[in-house]
């Protein structure tokens, strides 16, 4: 089985600033995936940004971007310019291709 | 539009009852989940299924049970094997395999009664 450790349960950002998430997860698998979910308080669960294991390339969505270390067994998200909207849960998960493997996740406040 | 029904919202369980969490999608995926929601403790498997009249254990399956009848529903029942039930319920699905993002339903809060 994967693991995956959010180890800040929370987090303040001031608005229009920059935070940075973090994730470590453990596989064995040398093909997986790695996802970043929102879920704000109406607790929809919202795909922020997605990471191929394979890529090098660090994946950027708008204000969302990932840092991946695959030796580290890294994932760590950076939010720039801050906005209220962003103040949510999010999630780090891991999949194989069976299974989504998630983090307990960490709360994010932007204050303004 | 494509997306997933959870229902109800809300529902509230007795003692020694068993309920049913209602799950759709028309997405055309193939693989359907379920997790539990508890504070603090993430996301956690139920049950999951890839493919019709087939259907695996999670990581926290005692006291649940699923069917998978048809491609588009997947039910899940909470039975009174189930000790402590009240969580958020979240249904989710996706292609196979699962390299591509889950798409989650709004939820279903079990509470007992």
């Known amino acids: 089985a994967q693991t995956v450790t959010q180890s800040q349960p929370e987090m303040s950002v001031q608005e229009a600033e920059t935070v940075t998430l973090s994730c470590t997860y453990d596989t064995s698998e040398s093909n997986y995936y790695l996802f970043w979910y929102k879920q704000p308080p109406s607790r929809q669960m919202i795909l922020v940004i997605r990471?191929?294991?394979?890529?090098?390339q660090n994946a950027t969505e708008n204000r969302f971007s990932v840092n991946f270390q695959k030796a580290a067994k890294s994932f760590s998200l950076k939010i720039s310019d801050s906005q209220l909207g962003d103040t949510a849960m999010y999630f780090c998960a891991t999949s194989t291709g069976n299974q989504f493997y998630f983090g307990t996740g960490t709360s994010l406040t932007v204050i303004p | 539009d494509g997306g997933i029904t959870q229902s109800p919202k809300y529902l509230f369980r007795k003692e020694g009852q068993n309920v049913t969490l209602s799950c759709e999608q028309n997405l055309n995926h193939d693989a359907m989940y379920w997790y539990r929601q508890d504070p603090g403790q993430g996301l956690r498997l139920i049950y999951y299924?890839?493919?019709?009249?087939?259907?695996q254990k999670g990581d926290i399956a005692e006291g649940y049970s699923v069917s998978r009848e048809k491609k588009e529903s997947f039910p899940l029942t909470v039975t009174s094997a189930q000790k402590n039930p009240t969580a958020f319920y979240l249904c989710a699905s996706s292609i196979v395999p699962a390299y591509q993002p889950q798409h989650f339903g709004d939820g279903t809060r079990l509470s007992i009664l």
């Open positions: 299924s890839q493919i019709v009249n087939d259907f």
């Open positions: 990471q191929e294991a394979y890529k090098q």
